[in-house]
């Protein structure tokens, strides 16, 4: 239970109570602090209770279903870059290389893994950095475009190995694109593109191509946590662009210097709050969708029981395919997927 202070119309201060596992907000005589009869935000039904958590590791990996709605597809983990705080910086080294042989055999099985692809909501493409694997990228993209023809398709880049004739085709076939950077404190990450102008010029094509369907995404550390000045950041360069957020560093980085103090966490806590209050933070589309989502977890109720993985992975619809050799099998509807 959680202990709030907070203040009423009248300026008086007043204490409610939030249970982080049943989402309920109380005030001190138990009684519900909100109403929400017409809110919104409130769904049909008992919404405290939705699908039980499922514990997933490398040994038991998840139960998948045929029926899915987002499709994860994992090139490889090679990246041209070495950020400081990257989850995926001790497994860079083990990144090998691959053929586009691997590419057609994923198409070629899919349909083992897949029974309804009009119900596919998602497709996406991971890496390391994805545009490695441009030569895999071409195989699959135009396949699963005609494959999943109700789907949305995004990538995510860090922008460096851009060129027309990519952008070109990513606008061919519909796709969005995030460019992972941390605006005033790239340096945490690596080398900044927007300081090569023949790299820069190209994130500008990009930008022109693609949006409103294309967005920055940075990651807040202890060298740039203010959310204003990261969107203010991006802005001068593209003014209207979107910008949104991957989170905060975790406390699991590769490079403890990239690791927020306890002072550090507090400031930036304490900021961010200013922000959220006055309104200005909430010019971020995911910053907005963040917030929509904290109070609709309030107004239904929503238990701490069906909470998942950030990235899905546990859950039956949405499995992560990887083109690199690996096994693909998925032979029927609840059995289990480990590629």
Known sequence: MIRLEMLNRNGEVVPLFYDQHTSRLTEVNGWAALDISGNPLKKEGDCGHVRPFIAVDYDAPGRKTRSVKKLKIQLGLGCNYSCAYCLQATQIHKAAASSTRDASEFLANIDNWISEPEGMEKVEFWGGEPLLY????????????????????????????????????????????????????????????????????????????????????????PKSHDVNA?????????????????????????????????????????TLSRQLVDGSAL????????????????????SSEGLFQKCGMDMPGVPGGRPQGQRHDLPERGSQWQP
């Not at 790239?186 to 300081?195: A, I, M, N």
């Not at 023949?198 to 294309?214: D, G, S, V």
């Not at 699991?252 to 550090?264: G, R, V």
């Open 134 to 221: 441009w030569k895999k990228i071409e195989i699959l993209a135009p396949a699963l475009k005609q494959k999943f023809p109700n789907a949305r398709f995004s990538i995510i880049t860090n922008g460096s190995l851009l060129t027309r004739e990519i952008v070109d085709k990513l606008k061919e076939w519909d796709f969005s694109m995030a460019i992972s950077h941390d605006g005033p404190g790239q340096s945490v990450r690596g080398d900044d593109p927007f300081e090569d102008p023949n790299k820069f010029a190209f994130i500008q094509y990009a930008f022109k191509r693609l949006h409103p369907r294309f967005s920055f995404n940075s990651v807040l550390t």
């Open 230 to 270: 990261i969107i203010d950041w991006f802005q001068d360069y593209f003014p209207g662009c979107n910008v949104g957020f991957e989170g905060v560093v975790h406390s699991y980085a590769s490079d403890p210097s990239s690791i927020f103090s306890i002072e550090q966490l507090q400031a930036f806590s304490d």
């Open 283 to 302: 010019r971020s589309g995911a910053l907005r969708e963040k917030l929509r989502r904290a109070v609709g977890s309030i107004v239904n109720e929503q």
